[in-house]
């Protein structure tokens, strides 16, 4: 179904790609969108203290702060905000590593442009209903590892979602690729704090990102295609 023409709409689009960032601008402004653009994370977090968008999309692999851990801190603080995860390092969603929190997927360079604008007009339409639904506790913190420590052994800073003190954790080299959802009590207040380890920035990573464009074909099909 034709995606509606919107005027009041709001869609921030994240990605450390200029090109994307600029694609996805030109293609959601043609549709009827209000677009702000940020090119990470952090940028995105500071952008949303001032105003607070209808959906964000969000590339996963970027420096700073990885989409898998911006997504996590949006279900948390943010739950009535939907969310489009993008990405060329994955096919479909099923192939998203467990824990990505996210109300759709899109896989760059495997749709038409319309898909994008198809999904984003849903999560748009379903939004109270799917805000009634969601539980925001359910977002696991996502955590970069650090390094290792003098002895070698890799290890995380966790912080906790309840006291918001932050503690080290060792991790066994054998769950360093692990993309299950982990738990732990925290040291100070005894909170269970479920938390994921973020490789995606890691150069052995099987989660890096391919360059690859955000469409398979030029956007501005999209709106000859639903005429």
Request: proline residues 7%.
């Amino acid at each position: 179904m034709p995606s509606p023409k919107i005027s009041k709409y709001k869609v921030l689009v994240v990605d450390d790609d200029a090109t994307i960032r600029e694609s996805l601008t030109m293609l959601l402004t043609e549709e009827g969108y209000e677009v702000t653009t940020a090119a990470h994370g952090f940028d995105a977090l500071l952008q949303l203290k001032r105003s607070t968008p209808d959906v964000i999309t969000s590339d996963l692999n970027m420096p700073q702060m990885s989409g898998f851990e911006f997504l996590s801190v949006i279900r948390r603080r943010f739950p009535q905000i939907a969310v489009v995860a993008i990405s060329g390092a994955f096919n479909s969603a099923d192939a998203v590593p467990g824990g990505v929190i996210a109300d759709a997927f899109y896989a760059k360079g495997q749709h038409e442009p319309q898909a994008l604008l198809d999904t984003i007009a849903e999560l748009i339409r379903t939004s109270a209903a799917r805000s009634v639904q969601r539980d925001a506790e359910s977002a696991p913190v996502w955590i970069p590892r650090n390094g290792t420590d003098s002895k070698g052994i890799p290890y995380v800073v966790l912080t906790c979602t309840e006291c918001l003190r932050s503690f080290p954790l060792s991790v066994p080299q054998e769950s360093t690729h692990s993309s299950e959802i982990q738990e732990m009590r925290c040291l100070f207040c005894l909170s269970l704090v479920r938390y994921i380890i973020d490789f995606s920035n890691s150069v052995a990573s099987p989660w890096r990102e391919r360059k690859t464009p955000i469409f398979d074909q030029p956007f501005k099909n999209a709106a000859s295609n639903a005429a």
